[in-house]
């Protein structure tokens, strides 16, 4: 390559970036707020289904653990109340690693009650999950401590956000592992071979701001597009589970939004690069 396409190139890649730099700082103001409203909705929808849908819920427990009416009443209560206290802390801002636990909770309550142990998919979507709330939990203790410059500092502790942070990179995106589709098209199968080149970017920590938004935009209208359930009937035993499927990858876009707020850390391409 010439020296002269050489300089356009780096040209190129300096407006872009500076581009980049001027559009993040737009929104950086207002995508913390984006990113937990996405995030809570899975959380939100489960606890407003057991209002709605409480003797179905009730029936499931006891007929798949062999319990009394009475405690699979308390078990259906306790799923409602972990998702719907959580999401309100967490949105309220008050005792936000409270609410964080109870989310947390919540998810591993439910893939032990549900059994989503047994099928891979759900595990996979348990642990984005997972994913998600640890990057909540990032980002309350970065506001944390640009408020008081004394936490935090402690070497254990920054390692232990260093792994968080880590954790948190590489469970995010297995929702779109879960829900992707490789077919029945050509476009289908190049938007989802995209959209896993991104995932492996925001993972491996390599431009993980600009990625994670890409794809987070991208998981966003996909999933508008291939989960249409207020386009089904009431009575569709399908739409429960399309809605379902819906608000999970929501809250998947709300995860991948929470890290390009929290970025990659230190444990990152990123990182390095900044090093060299």
Not at 41 to 67: A, C, E, P, V
Not at 177 to 206: E, K, N, R
Not at 243 to 258: D, H, N, P, T
């Amino acid at each position: 390559m010439s020296s002269e396409s050489v300089k356009f190139t780096d040209r190129v890649r300096n407006v872009a970036e500076s581009v980049w730099d001027v559009v993040f700082r737009f929104f950086k103001r207002n995508l913390p707020v984006i990113a937990r409203l996405l995030l809570m909705m899975t959380f939100f929808d489960d606890g407003l289904r057991m209002i709605y849908n409480w003797t179905n819920q009730t029936r499931y427990f006891q007929h798949s653990w062999k319990i009394s009416a009475s405690t699979a009443g308390i078990a259906v209560s306790l799923n409602m109340a972990g998702q719907l206290v959580g999401c309100l802390l967490v949105l309220a801002r008050r005792k936000v690693e409270w609410g964080c636990g109870v989310l947390l909770t919540n998810v591993v309550f439910q893939a032990i009650m549900y059994e989503y142990f047994k099928y891979t998919k759900y595990i996979l979507r348990s642990l984005s999950l997972t994913g998600c709330v640890l990057l909540l939990l990032l980002d309350h203790w970065s506001e944390r401590k640009s408020m008081d410059p004394g936490l935090l500092k402690v070497k254990k502790e920054d390692r232990t956000r260093m792994l968080l942070q880590l954790a948190g990179r590489c469970l995010v995106g297995f929702m779109y592992v879960s829900l992707a589709q490789l077919g029945p098209s050509y476009p289908v199968l190049f938007i989802t071979m995209v959209g896993y080149v991104l995932l492996g970017c925001v993972m491996v920590g390599y431009r993980t701001r600009q990625c994670a938004i890409i794809m987070a935009l991208q998981f966003f209208l996909v999933t508008l597009v291939t989960r249409t359930w207020w386009l089904l009937p009431w009575d569709s035993s399908d739409r429960d589970f399309v809605k379902y499927e819906f608000f999970q990858a929501m809250s998947a876009v709300g995860g991948l939004l929470q890290e390009a707020v929290v970025g990659p850390g230190r444990a990152s391409l990123d990182e390095r690069k900044k090093d060299e």
